[in-house]
């Protein structure tokens, strides 16, 4: 049993390192491998995580699903050490917490060939191809919102400094986010390709329509999905799939894996420095993204051993 103690430490530090207080969690998932330890178990099992679960002073099940979610998070962590190990299910007891919708990643060619695509948008020679080439390309350089694109006006962006303002966001407040000289040169063609289209636009908004007006979430999100399916990242009949918030992953999970491929020993700083770029208001959802991608935990992992020595 030892082993199992051995491993609860290793896979707290790693979630201390990543930014995590686990605080609540350390005495109970203790308790929980001592609970192993007299019912001499060398894994985790289904059974014994919902005995354990239920041995609490209160019969809720809103009780034994927190008490639960803990092992879970274990448990998963114990997968890559033991394959043994079962994972209990989210939905076993009422008053669950609706599983956050992990990332997807999307690789550099699938976005090539959704901004190929969006190019040869009809009517070729309108606003449309050049506005959804140049959203979703920002989207994908940035790691901005959609909401914080389509709200972008002229007066936000400022092409001689480099810097867009990004006005009340979605925890309401505002920022300034840099952006690098080659998506400073494709936004400088988009401004002058639409004032030549619409010399005498009435709206403030930075990204037009073709009817000169500020586009829609619901309409870009039909031309994301009419897209996605023409290159092959849905299905015609797929009723989920990659979405367009997952630039948004994707350019996080980008930057923090450039991070500890560096190795820098600043790390914290630069992962706090990320989260209020990309307008986190708090660097643990910034983190969150260490426990959703299997490549970043395992960096992770590897920088926690390193630190103590163990490679």
Not at 229 to 242: E, K, V, W, Y
Request: aromatic share 10%; proline share 5%.
């Amino acid at each position: 049993m030892n082993g199992l103690k051995k491993d609860l430490e290793e896979y707290l530090a790693i979630r201390r390192a990543l930014g995590y207080e686990l605080r609540r969690y350390e005495i109970p998932l203790g308790n929980f491998v001592a609970f192993l330890g007299e019912k001499q178990a060398h894994y985790i099992t289904l059974k014994l995580a919902l005995d354990w679960a239920k041995q609490s002073s209160s019969d809720h099940p809103k009780t034994w699903a927190r008490r639960l979610s803990m092992i879970r998070g274990f448990a998963k962590h114990m997968t890559a050490i033991d394959s043994r190990t079962e994972i209990p299910p989210l939905g076993l007891f009422s008053n669950q917490p609706k599983r956050k919708c992990l990332p997807y990643i999307y690789a550099d060619d699938e976005v090539h060939s959704l901004l190929h695509d969006a190019r040869k948008l009809r009517p070729t020679d309108g606003m449309r191809p050049w506005t959804y080439s140049t959203i979703f390309g920002l989207l994908w350089a940035t790691g901005m919102r959609i909401s914080e694109v389509l709200n972008l006006d002229r007066s936000d962006v400022d092409l001689s400094a480099g810097l867009l303002k990004i006005r009340n966001t979605k925890f309401g407040k505002s920022r300034f986010v840099p952006i690098h000289a080659t998506t400073q040169t494709a936004l400088q063609s988009y401004a002058s390709r639409r004032d030549q289209i619409f010399p005498s636009a009435r709206t403030s908004a930075f990204f037009l329509t073709s009817v000169a007006t500020r586009p829609t979430r619901e309409v870009v999100n039909m031309t994301f999905l009419q897209l996605s399916r023409q290159i092959g990242l849905r299905t015609a009949d797929a009723s989920s799939g990659p979405r367009i918030h997952d630039m948004r992953h994707s350019f996080i999970v980008r930057s923090l894996v450039n991070l500890y491929k560096r190795k820098i020993s600043d790390l914290d700083r630069q992962v706090y420095t990320l989260s209020v770029y990309v307008g986190h208001v708090d660097p643990s959802t910034t983190y969150w993204y260490m426990t959703a991608v299997p490549e970043l935990l395992s960096l992770a992992r590897q920088r926690i051993e390193q630190k103590q020595g163990v490679i």
